[in-house]
């Protein structure tokens, strides 16, 4: 698969906000390998999420918590959005192109990393899938999931992607959108979804590396038991997509979040100029959107 170049910042970024050449430094080395530890990865996530859901949780303004996708042709993928959804049009157009437009007809979804739920809301409205399924390590994520959305076939759980609580071949589909980074054991991750999925079912996987940690993901990718049949480079598009929400996402943290987590926020969303955006601009980290299936 050919990498896009993504050197140079989009036009549209102030370059006042633009990083300096980027070196990390010791703290940020030790976070990095505490964070990457397999044994501390998911009780730092869990403790993260709920950390995250209980500081917005009230006001519920990160409904979806992706990195969002805009494509070029003026970042629409969606041209039909309900007024409510479209400031989160980014981060519901990630959950779009994933799984493409309306192929979930009928089917039986499993989406594991759901987060809060507003994905899996939205693929309801979207891609109208007869259930769907939403499961996340984060109690105090499917908490509020379960609050928000009341739909008929739309379900969520508290559990763990490297340990599904399903029987084998429960589904028809899997989604899983930027969730897998904080996994320890990606292999055992896409076991279980593969075990779970019944024949002929189709799994779609969005998420970005480190381009250190590239290799082992792909590798898990390829080795695994799935057919890969489409594989793509979105990290341009998510650019986009994180460039346009920047401003947005520093107004909610203004108004919501104490200053001394500003700096942790703003790289956990990764807005203009936080080192995570900068990351994908310089190619240090890449955002893939995979389609598997199990033959
Ligand atoms: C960046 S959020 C994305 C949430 C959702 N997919 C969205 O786009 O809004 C990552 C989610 O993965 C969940 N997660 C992390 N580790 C997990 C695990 N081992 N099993 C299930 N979910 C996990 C987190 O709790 C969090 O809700």
Known sequence: MK????ESPPQD??????????K???????????FDAPLLRKPIWKFWYNFAARVDGRAGHLKLMNFGYAPEEGGKLLP???????PHR????????????????GLDVLEVGCGRGGGAFSL???????????LDLSPKAVHLARKAYALPGLSFLQGDAENLPFPDSSFDAAVNVESSHCYPNIR?????????????????????RRIADLPEWEGAVSESDFQVLEKEDITAD???????????KEDLMRARIPRFLHPAFRKFVCTVGSENYQSFIEGRRYYYRYLLVKD
């Open 90 to 105: 980014n981060t519901i157009q990630m959950y779009v192109h994933a799984v493409g437009r309306k192929p979930l007809d």
């Open 188 to 208: 055992r991750f896409l076991a279980e979804v593969f075990r779970v999925l019944r024949p002929g079912g189709r799994f779609y996987y969005v998420d970005f």
């Open 80 to 86: 039909d959005l309900e007024p409510a959804d479209e």
């Open 238 to 248: 998510v650019v986009r997509a994180l460039t346009r929400d920047s401003a947005r």
């Open 13 to 22: 970024i102030p370059s006042s906000q633009a990083c300096p050449e980027w």
């Open 3 to 6: 990498r896009r170049p993504h």
């Open 124 to 134: 309801m409205k979207y891609a109208r899938p007869r259930t769907l399924t939403g």
């Open 24 to 34: 990390e430094t010791l703290p940020q080395k030790f976070l990095r390998h505490v």
